[in-house]
Structure formats: structure tokens, C-alpha cells
């Protein structure tokens, strides 16, 4: 059949092409299909496929096919079909083209067998994902985009050099194992960490997600970062460095976390938290470990996704997200309250519910690995993240005081998205067998066990009895209208805060010209004022035209030095 | 008062449910020292390990986020006076253009 001979992510590159439907619901409708037909591609592609070109005389593999890529696609697939239909009432076509070669873009990243594929792919999750967060269209989310698409510009450069420097010394450019023998090794990795939100790297993902539209987080909420754990499971499995990477992941966002007002952006760091219990799972390496930290991840899309849905669902219909603003919803949207409830267990690994399935391997390979103040951590991390995610995103949006807002339920396709999302979470958590025959590595393996369960539920309860012991006796934290400050403070305000202070002399020199101009001089700053007329463009081109600037200057030395090395 | 509040509005409501929730917790912390579990690490043969580790983590967690806020809490805006700085310089500009024709 031809179409199992196409590329997988081309589907839903030519996909894009339906937004050109003038008919609002046979447009969305349509849409719908393509994840469908993509994800029936998958199940016909042999496994062990290799798709091999030839390019510049480089031997590249655009489409690599086996277990981990092909599990790693089924989600991209599932997760673009749940923000299809949570979008379906949306009538934008720049946010349908621009998550259309989003999830077309991760599932190319997933399947490409080399790195210079793996690039092309890598720069488009960055291209394609910005336009849902300008999709806002406010001069705030255009900064912040723009901001977004930097950094993951950079990250995308690195991987460059990086994969230039592994083509020198292998002579190939095939994706593998990589590990950190070279300095390809490194590069790679902190291009990988970049999009993964390591620590320090992490606020690009704070700043960007809260930031976007709400049909749009959804679609930012499962695919970069996904990608990135991908990536990392892939090249290096087994590399100690993540398990401390990941452990300090898991524990530093949840206390962002508990104090931070906008509901999404709690959400955003209980992401990092998620993230960094499936790098830990990596870097620990067995077969139990890495199976747990694909599990996780196929798992993590579903349920934070369900939980950035609810939020979703409450800022389309109150215009309102920040914790202080809200509570008392359950009364008018009882149906996203309980689906969001259903995600909150989920990602708190309540027993019978999906986290649990998953979130269990990855702590009981910790402890067989002998890596006990890791377990600690992650223990600690699990019920840190009971607190904010499972307790604090439902307690204070839908119940607490009542805000007085009255709303109704949101648009049926919201809904049912979050059904759908809901019903995985249940299924996967009561019928983990489904998932695990289909993780990378056998295992005999059950989380089902009395121990785990009274463990974890023994956790679980005691740290929602602190949550309301603190509550009764009014020492819990209230939400405050803030802004925490995080690393992003150094290129938010230190760094221009210098630069400006640097820019001084400068600018009165420009005052200075701008006089001589008014003096009647004729020069060329008349044709360019006339030019930068078109005012919003002119702020686009000179930002951007700085930033990309930047890019190609720093790549022009990273080659050069590739090259002397 | 009392009367026409209904649901979770009504304190009795809320205590009746926390009642529950206090002997499902009780249950839970006995429940330990009947069942003997398979133990994987020498921490967990320290009675009602979890229950104990769940609560303090948490409260510990609450207590130093709290401090956390002293430090790194700012106000609202307080990025956005950047954002404004930035905004500000395009019609700056512009006034320039516009007195130069």
C-alpha cells in the first residue's frame, strides 16, 4: 500500500493543506483524521524498517523504524488526535497549520535515524510551536515567543555542531548510542538538555506554556519535551550524570510550584518534575529503568495534557487562570472538575490510575541499582507532586473559596477530548499489560503488588492530611497575585539591565544623528525610517534579525573551530 | 445560615468528609503493622515509614516554599516594566520619524 511507504510525519505535513476547507466543522472534522491515518501507517510499517538516502555523499536514514520509535509515534499520534479535538471549536487557521507540522515535526524527530534529519526536524518543532504561542496575539506573548524561539534556535544550533563534530570523528551521522565520550557527546546532550528542560535551562518551558493560548499549551504540553526524553533514551541510556540530573529535576520545581499563582505555569513545573523522574529512569539504565521512563512518558502525555485541558477549559470560559482569582467552579463546571480530578490521581500515581503503572518501575529500579538518597529524592518528589498537581491545581480552581464566578461547562469537543485523556489515564492505570508489551525491553514486571499499593497509597494520604492540617491551622501559603523569580531573572533583567546601561553612550550618539537628519542632511536614515514605516514588522525584523544574527555568527565560529579541531 | 447552603458549602459537609478522611488515614497507619510487606529497602522496615515520610516531606516542602517567597516573590508586573521599556522604544522612534517629515 503506498501510503505505508510514506515518511510518517508526512501525513501531517500534507495534512496542513486542509486548512485551506472554508467550511468551519468539515475543516476541523478533517483534521481529525489525519492522526487516525497516521497512526494506522504506523501499525502497517514493518518493523526494523530503514528508509536510506543518499545526501552530499552522507549516507542519511530519514526513517528508522523499531519498538522505542514506534511507541514513542503511537503517542505523538494519540496526543495530536486529543488536541485536534480539544481544539475543534477553534476557528484560527494559524494555530491548526502551526500544531499540524508540530506533531508532524516530533513524530519526524522520533523517526529519524540520523542527526542531520534529526536537526531538521528539531528546528521545525521550534518553528512550527512558537505560532501557538503567538497565536495570542499580544505584544506579551510576542516577546515571549520570540524569546522561545531563541533559545530553541540555540538548542538546535548545538545539535549541529554537535552532530558535524560526531560526522568528523565516526564518519557516519547515524543516530545511536552516543554517550559522552567526546565533546559531540556533551554538545549534544546540552542541546537535548535544553529542550528537556534541565535544570537552568528549564524556563523557556515556565515562560512559553502559560504563555500560549489554551487550545495551544495542550499541543506544546506533549511534544517538545517528549521529543527531548526520546532523544535522551536513545543516546544515552545509562549515563549516571541523568540520574543526578534527573533527581534534581524531580525536587526543585515542586517548591516553585506550591507558591506559584497562574495554574498553568504550576503545571509547567510539575512538567520538569515529571520530566526529570523519566531522565533519572534513563540514566539509571536498566531495561526496568529505561522501560519505566518510556512508560512515564507515554503516560505524562496523556494525563498532564488532561490537567493543561481542564486548565484550558476554565481559561476559555472565565478568562481567568491565576489560583487567586478562581475557586468554586465545581459548582458550574462539575464535569471538567472531575476530569480534571481524574488527571490530578493520575499524576500523582494513585493506584489503578496511569502514573502509578509507570511511575513505580522507575523508583523500584532506583533502589535495585543501589541508588538509595536517589529514592529518597524521587519518593520525596512523588509526594511533592501530590501536593501541587494532585491537590492544589483542582482545590484551588474548583473548589477553596467561591470566586463568585459562574460560568457553564466548556465546548463539547473540549470535553470530550478530556474524556478520552481520562479514559486512557484509568485504563492504562487497571490494564497496565497493554502498555508495557509494547515498551522497548521484556519484563516481568507487576506494580500490582500489596506492597506498592499501600506504600504509595500510605504516601499519598499523609501528604494530603498535611495539606489539610496546614490548611486548618492557616499556615498554608495563600495564592498570591506574583512573580517568583527563577533563573530566567538573568536574561529577563540582569542581562538587560547591563545592556542597557551599556547602551547609553550609543544612544546619544543616535540622538545626535537623528538631529543632523533634521538639519535637512539627506542621507540614507530617511530612506530607512520610510522603510521601518511598517511599524510592527520593523520591531519583528530588527529583534529577530538580531537574534538570527547572533545564531549564524556563533555557528560560523562553532564550525570554524570544528573544523581547526 | 446553615439552611440554604448546600454541597460543600455546608461545614458539616466538609467536616463529615474530613471525618472519613481522617479514619481512612488511621486505617492506613495500622494497616502497616498487620500486613508484613516484601522489603526492598532497609527504610521501609521502619514502621508506618511512608505515612510518616509523606507527611513531614510535605509539610517541610509548604514550610520552606514559604521562605522560598520571602526571597524570589516579586510583584505582578514585575517583568512586565521590561516588557513595557521594550514596547515603549518602537513609538518613541516613531514620534522621531513623524517630526522628521
Partial sequence: MWIVELPPFLVFYLGAFLVLIPHVKLRAASMLVIPVLGAVQLYLLPEQQRLEETFLGMSLNPVRVDRLSTLFGFAFNLAAFIAILYAFHIRDRMQQVAGLLYAGSAIGAVFAGDLLTLFVFWEMLAFSSVFLIWAKRTSRAYVIGLRYLVIHATSGLILLVGALLYWQSHGTLIFDFIGLDGIYGWLILLAVGIKCGFPLFHNWLTEAYPEATPTGTVFLSAFTTKAAVYMLAR????????????????????????????????????????????????????????????????????????????????????????????????????????????????????????????????????????????????????????????????????????????????????????????????????????????????????PYDMTHVLAQTQLLFFSALAFVWLNLIRLYPPELPSVNIDVEWIYRKLLPDIGKSLLVPFRLVNVRLVNVRLRGIPSFFNTLSMLSDLYPWRSFSSTSGTAILCVVVAFAVLISLGLVS | MGDNRSGLDDPRTVRNILRVFYVICAGLFLLDFIVTRDIEHHLESWPAFYAVFGFVGCVVLVFAAKWMRVLLMRDENYYEDQLDDQLDDQPSLQENENVDR
Fill in chain 1, 235 to 446: 543516546a544515552y541510556p545509562g549515563t549516571e550524570m541523568l540520574v543526578y540530573i534527573g533527581a534534581t529535576m524531580t525536587c526543585f520545581p515542586i517548591f516553585f510550584a506550591v507558591i506559584e499563582n497562574d495554574l498553568r505555569r504550576v503545571l509547567a513545573y510539575s512538567m520538569i518534575n515529571q520530566i526529570g523522574f523519566m531522565v533519572c529512569g534513563i540514566g539509571i539504565g536498566t531495561a526496568l529503568a529505561i522501560n519505566g521512563a518510556v512508560a512515564h512518558a507515554f503516560n505524562d502525555i496523556i494525563f498532564k495534557g488532561l490537567l493543561f485541558m481542564a486548565m484550558g477549559a476554565v481559561l476559555t470560559m472565565t478568562g481567568r487562570i491565576n489560583g487567586s482569582d478562581l475557586g468554586g467552579l465545581y459548582k458550574s463546571m462539575p464535569k471538567t472538575t472531575a476530569l480534571c480530578i481524574v488527571g490530578a490521581a493520575s499524576i500523582s500515581a494513585f493506584p489503578l490510575f496511569s502514573g502509578f503503572v509507570s511511575k513505580s518501575m522507575i523508583m523500584s529500579a532506583a533502589i535495585k541499582e543501589g541508588y538509595d538518597f536517589i529514592w529518597v529524592a524521587l519518593l520525596f518528589a512523588s509526594a511533592g507532586v501530590f501536593h501541587h498537581a494532585g491537590i492544589k491545581i483542582p482545590y484551588f480552581a474548583f473548589f477553596a473559596h467561591d470566586s463568585g464566578i459562574r460560568t457553564q461547562e466548556p465546548p463539547r469537543g473540549m470535553l470530550l477530548a478530556m474524556t478520552v485523556a481520562a479514559t486512557l489515564c484509568i485504563l492504562i492505570g487497571v490494564f497496565p499489560g497493554v502498555l508495557y508489551s509494547h515498551l522497548p525491553f521484556e519484563m516481568n514486571y507487576s
